[in-house]
């Protein structure tokens, strides 16, 4: 007679996955395996230990081993779980779009917070250039209620993504997506009406950096999110050209930006803006810059075409 197949048991398979990511160089080995079991039997890591003697079927090991190996590989676990957190919301996340940063936290918390000042009692119009997962654009109408977004990326796929989290977390009442090329247009020619808030966390790692990132980064995550093929400055030069037609007079720009561009950026935006302000993440590092105020001149060369 045959011998019968090894059964697995909950705790055994941990041991052994933990084990193989660690081996792989996988940091909070443990937890990426805890996790990403918990994702196949559809439990959360709680029920792992109250079940840890529960054996696991035949398709159950297979998918396991197969998640496992992408994620001894190198890709996120992100991308594996299909999913992450932002903002206390939960996102769906692919290969399509960057996954969403703790730091960018900051810059959804600046624009809340001025907005709870600047614009109290006011319905807000909100513009989110370059949207990826919609993490920022959703996040700004979960918990501005009296807001209004629309967000816009270069890419159909990152847009399909974005659309999906905004009807997961009924946001897609008020967040409208489009589909624009800052590069190639004008905001104003896709949109007549000026914004509150002009938003963005462009692609700012340069040619150069990009090529140091690390390759958990590199090989999964979308370059076009991420990289200029520049010096990294290119959407602050395109933002600071187009952005003062599109805001309403007391409007306001804020953008994510690497934390040593904080004075070349602060350079580009204040040849528009008169009140140009960074602020710093957890870290400590420069995050956030905040710009208001277009200069006068500025408005009057727009005026004249000049
Ligand atoms: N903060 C991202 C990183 O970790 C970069 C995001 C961006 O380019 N907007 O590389």
Same mark, same amino acid.
């Given at each position: ?79 594996? @779980? ?38 109290? +009692? ?71 009406? #000026? ?30 999110? @991420? ?6 400055? @290119?959407?602050?030069? #395109? ?13 306001? @720009? ?12 602060? +350079? ?15 870290? +400590? ?22």
């Amino acid at each position: 007679m045959a011998p019968s197949p090894k059964v697995w048991r909950t705790t055994e398979i941990i041991q052994t996955a933990s084990h193989y990511l660690s081996e792989k160089g996988v940091e909070n080995a443990r937890l990426n395996a805890e996790r990403i079991i918990g994702k196949v039997l559809d439990i959360d890591r709680v029920a792992l230990y109250l079940n840890f003697d529960r054996p696991l079927q035949a398709a159950e090991l297979k998918e396991i081993k197969s998640l496992l190996a992408r994620r001894g590989n190198g890709e996120p676990l992100q991308y594996i @779980l299909k999913k992450t957190e932002f903002m206390s919301l939960e996102f769906v996340v692919d290969s399509s779009v960057l996954i969403p940063r703790p730091e960018t936290e900051l810059l959804v918390e600046t624009v809340l917070e001025k907005c709870r000042g600047k614009f109290a +009692g006011q319905r807000i119009s909100i513009l989110d250039i370059g949207t990826g997962s919609g993490c920022i654009a959703i996040s700004l109408a979960h918990y501005l209620p009296e807001c209004h977004v629309t967000a816009v990326d270069v890419s159909a796929s990152a847009l399909a993504t974005a659309q999906v989290n905004a009807q997961q977390l009924q946001a897609d009442t008020r967040v409208a997506f489009a589909k624009l090329d800052i590069l190639s247009s004008t905001i104003t020619e896709s949109f007549q009406e #000026r914004f509150d808030v002009i938003v963005s966390n462009p692609p700012y790692v340069s040619k150069d950096e990009y090529l140091n990132l690390p390759l958990e980064v590199k090989n999964f995550e979308p370059v076009i999110a @991420l990289c200029d093929q520049g010096d990294g400055l @290119l959407y602050y030069r #395109r933002l600071a050209a187009t952005v003062p037609d599109s805001l309403t007079s007391n409007g306001m @720009l804020a953008v994510e930006i690497g934390a040593a561009q904080a004075s070349a950026v602060q +350079g580009i935006l204040a040849a528009v803006f008169q009140r140009v302000e960074c602020l710093q993440d957890l870290n +400590g590092l420069d995050r956030v810059i905040v710009a208001e105020d277009v200069h006068a001149n500025f408005e009057h060369r727009l005026q004249c075409g000049c």
